[in-house]
Antibody, heavy 119, light 108 residues
């Protein structure tokens, strides 16, 4: 069964940093791009970032560009999101999602990890 | 950035009825890159439709997608109790991904 599991969320002060992780299983990890998608409490979905299967290509939403860094370790079947200079508006449930190759869609989602930015 | 606008914001229907959800894009979207998701409270989103009209694995055939260009539709032919949820459309273009604001499908 294809699965992704996020971890690393928590409470952090504005301006602080946090690193999220996503562990994948049940598929050939390095063959697929992986995304981070977030959802603020009671709000809709917002795409955050994508990394290619080999890790060589990354893209970011304007709202996080320059503050967040996506990376992956294909030896460990793991994805990461380094979040710096956090703002209160970054408070959200962060999902890791597998890319459906060729269609720009997200076919496998984790249950998310909650990030709260508050003083 | 392509903006997706979903309508209606809330749709109140009864089980057994037909649901029609709309997603309108601010500029043309390739049908290949238009998807629909279902999200129930406390759960992660689930992919329903990709490529505008292809059902994802395990999705019942009462769900169908259609449309092209700037206008796309998700249709649920006969509502089951488990279909009441929030539905999002999503597009990919120019290395960016955007979601609509969602349509809440509630029991009348």
């Amino acid at each position: 069964e294809m699965q992704v599991v996020e971890s690393g969320g928590g409470v952090v002060q504005p301006g602080g940093s946090l690193r999220l992780s996503c562990a994948a299983s049940g598929f050939t990890f390095d063959e697929y791009a992986i995304h981070w998608v977030r959802q603020a409490p009671g709000k809709g979905l917002e795409w955050v970032s994508i990394i290619s299967g080999d890790g060589g290509t990354t893209y970011y939403a304007d709202s996080v560009k320059g503050r967040f860094t996506i990376s992956r370790d294909n030896r460990k079947n793991s994805l990461y999101l380094q979040m710096n200079s956090l703002r209160t508006e970054d408070t959200a449930l962060y999902y890791c999602a597998k890319d459906l190759a060729g269609f720009g869609a997200f076919d496998i989602w984790g249950q998310g990890t909650m990030v709260t930015v508050s003083s | 950035e392509i903006v997706l606008t979903q309508s209606p914001g809330t749709l109140s229907l009864s089980p057994g009825e037909r649901a029609t959800l709309s997603c309108r894009a601010s500029q043309s979207v390739s049908s290949t890159f238009l998807a629909w998701y279902q999200q129930k409270p406390g759960q992660a989103p689930r992919l329903l439709i990709y490529g505008a009209s292809s059902r994802a694995t395990g999705i019942p055939d009462r769900f169908s997608g259609s449309g092209s260009g700037t206008d796309f539709t998700l249709t649920i032919s006969r509502l089951e109790p488990e279909d009441f949820a929030v539905y999002y459309c999503q597009q990919y273009g120019s290395s960016l991904y955007t979601f609509g604001q969602g349509t809440k499908l509630e029991i009348k």
